[in-house]
């Protein structure tokens, strides 16, 4: 569930992490999951089904979105500003920007955005994951988007891990060089707590990152 804390803010619990106290109600976890939804849709995907516009940095009107959204989906009279504002501060992968009255997806995009992320203290080294049967190909061609407008790199090993293992149960992961990538004048931006972005990643920057160790299996006591 979602709530607020009058000292602490936002947060996704019964009980405010930093002090202990219940706080005030903002939604249940069916609401938040279903809104949460919707504010993804809007902000990477399909702006224009609720008649919205967007402007071309991504970024959305929080008024607008609400009022859309209240009379798109009747179930929501109650809904206000403040509840996106809380869905996008309390997002675990830090997939929203606010400033002031305006939102935007900071990563995920398939409409396009000119999106101007910050581009300092970048990893020296980033992560992607693909299948077996993709690796050789990627190692030789270079990593380019697919189904979103930019390559989405992941912060560390286990992130990677982590996103590819939606596709596969056991992903492969590639290494980027970025420090070699951004000398040879890659722009790579941060979105997000654990994301990056990049138009595409030629093949000298890449190599296989080493297999994960092998899990012990517990001893007999």
């Known amino acids: ?14 009980a ?36 919205l516009p967007m402007d071309e940095h991504g970024w959305v009107s929080l008024p607008q979105i609400v009022r859309a959204v ?8 109650w809904l206000r500003v403040h509840h996106f504002v809380a869905i996008a501060e309390t997002d675990a992968k830090g997939r929203y920007e606010v400033r002031d009255d305006m939102i935007r997806a900071t990563y995920g995009h398939t409409v396009e955005v000119a999106l101007d992320l910050p581009t300092e203290n970048i990893p020296d080294q980033l992560y992607y994951p693909v299948t077996e049967e993709e690796a050789a190909i990627v190692l030789e061609v270079g990593l380019k988007p697919s189904d979103r407008k930019r390559v989405h790199l992941s912060k560390t090993a286990e992130d990677a891990r982590a996103a590819g293992s939606v596709r596969t149960p056991h992903p492969v992961l590639l290494e ?11 722009v790579i931006m941060r979105a997000g707590k654990t994301v990056f972005l990049v138009d595409q990643v030629p093949s000298e920057y890449l190599k296989r990152a080493p297999a994960a160790p092998p899990t012990e299996a517990p001893r007999d006591a």
Not at 70 to 77: D, F, I, K
Not at 176 to 186: H, Q, V
């Open 1 to 14: 569930m979602l709530r607020e804390c009058e000292q602490h803010g936002y947060f996704r619990a019964a």
């Open 16 to 51: 405010c992490p930093i002090c202990g106290q219940e706080g005030r109600f903002l939604m249940d976890d069916r609401e938040l999951d279903h809104l949460g939804r919707v504010l993804t849709g809007i902000l990477r995907h399909f702006p224009d089904r609720y008649g």
């Open 70 to 77: 209240s009379q798109r989906h009747r179930g929501y009279p």
């Open 176 to 186: 980027i060089d970025t420090r070699a990538a951004r000398a040879g004048g890659l």
